[in-house]
């Protein structure tokens, strides 16, 4: 078995494989030290967690993950709490850095005897109709190579070699530009407030949300083409106290940014999950936009229903699990797009594409509003904000 990418999707089922004796070579075009330290995504839905618990995989997340359960909406008609943790299913997030994930299921996989190839680019996936795929990579030291293996998981993103080796028309794409740039900044800065925080400005959107006692990442909307080092720290402070409503709420807990980047908001979701031999996972498989935080949530869902398949067919000569991965995790990911989709037109109303209107305005309002007011749009938006 090889897998590509050691990013959540690839090094759960790295791990789950490993734990049920399939031999398996995790191929990363990065080197370990880059792995372990690129931050992204931080909120774990209950069921991710449920998933790593099942499987031994949450030892360090039960110790310095931080449960989360609230948000708050800050808006021109005042601002409003949702403990969400209450409503619903009853379900909270678990704050956890996603590259401490990765850091913990890297540690976990080599103790146990896992290859990892670090350094390696995959460059296609060849033969995926047939039962002997195999990959050609590009050795650390610029030289070819190739594995050879039964099946290969293509679990490395958006720009992998498992998407780039599709062949015309065997798989249906679904993209989509939501219309919206975000400035993402991770902030050497203690959380502002207890809660997820969702400014909703006539400026446009703003972001907060913890990653740990002393780390915590914004987002501000930006004109699309805005290069991320446009703005000077003091300009974008300023940017999220207005939109923040800090003088109604509270200043922000300042600090310098440590990483910029600019983000578009786009899904893009291939649909079957697999060709032949290939099955793909997390964001190779689908892209969804990071304004409800499923990405993450999402790959660790399809690399443990991957890895049951993987082991049942291998191990016990049952295909079955393989034959349905791809409708399975499907019905997860639009369910998941579908609702951070609303995410989108909830956060940006007015400054978003859909904005200009003064019929598009009153809607935004009134849906702002039913979340404010109405329970079972409450328990709802709980169901779905939490779940995968
Ligand atoms: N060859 C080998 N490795 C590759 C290649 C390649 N050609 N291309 C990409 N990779 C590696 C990347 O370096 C990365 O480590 O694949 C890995 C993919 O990991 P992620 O991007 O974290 O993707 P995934 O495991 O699907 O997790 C998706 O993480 O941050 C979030 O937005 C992301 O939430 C989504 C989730």
Not at 27 to 49: D, I, P, S, W
Not at 163 to 184: F, N
Not at 327 to 341: D, K, M, N, V
């Amino acid at each position: 078995m090889v897998v590509l990418g050691a990013g959540p999707a690839g090094l759960v089922l790295g791990n789950l494989l490993l734990d049920s004796g399939v031999d398996c070579v995790v191929v990363e075009r990065a080197e370990a030290a880059q792995v372990r330290t690129r931050a992204r995504a931080g909120f774990l839905a209950a069921h991710t967690v449920r998933v790593l618990q099942r499987h031994g995989l949450d030892e360090g997340l039960r110790r310095r993950g931080q449960e989360h359960g609230v948000c708050e909406f800050r808006t021109a008609d005042g601002g409003f709490r949702l403990d969400y943790g209450r409503l619903g299913r009853g379900e909270r997030h678990t704050v956890y850095p996603q590259q401490e994930l990765v850091g913990d299921l890297l540690t976990r996989f080599v103790g146990r005897g896992g290859r990892v190839r670090f350094g390696v680019e995959a460059v296609a996936v060849l033969d995926a109709d047939t039962g002997r795929p195999s990959v050609s990579v590009r050795e650390a030291d610029g030289r070819p190579g190739g594995f050879r293996a039964r099946y290969v998981a293509g679990c490395d993103g958006r720009h992998g070699a498992a998407r780039r080796s599709l062949p015309a028309g065997s798989v249906r794409r679904y993209p989509c530009d939501h219309g919206v740039t975000w400035l993402g900044l991770l902030a050497q800065a203690p959380p502002s407030m207890d809660a997820v925080g969702y400014a909703v400005h006539e400026r446009g959107f703003a972001g907060h949300m913890a990653r740990s006692s002393d780390v915590t990442r914004y987002y501000l909307q930006c004109e699309r083409g805005t290069p991320a080092g446009a703005w000077s720290q003091e300009r974008i402070w300023d940017e999220l106290d207005l939109r923040m409503r800090a003088k109604e709420h509270g200043p922000l807990e300042r600090g310098p940014f440590t990483q910029r980047s600019v983000v578009e908001l786009t899904s893009d979701v291939l649909e079957p999950l697999r060709h032949g031999s290939l099955f793909l996972a997390g964001d190779a498989a689908a892209l969804i936009s990071p304004s409800a935080a499923k990405g993450a949530n999402l790959a660790v869902l399809e690399a443990e229903l991957l890895a049951l398949a993987l082991v049942a067919d291998l191990l016990h000569g049952d295909p079955t699990g393989l034959d349905s991965y791809s409708a399975r995790c499907l019905a997860h990911i639009w369910r998941a797009q579908e609702f951070s989709h609303w995410m989108i037109g909830l956060l940006h109303g007015p400054s978003g594409r859909d904005g200009g209107s003064p019929f598009h305005h009153a809607l935004w309002r009134s849906r702002l509003d039913s979340l404010r007011t109405s329970r079972s749009r409450q328990d709802w938006f709980a169901e779905h904000y939490v779940g995968v």
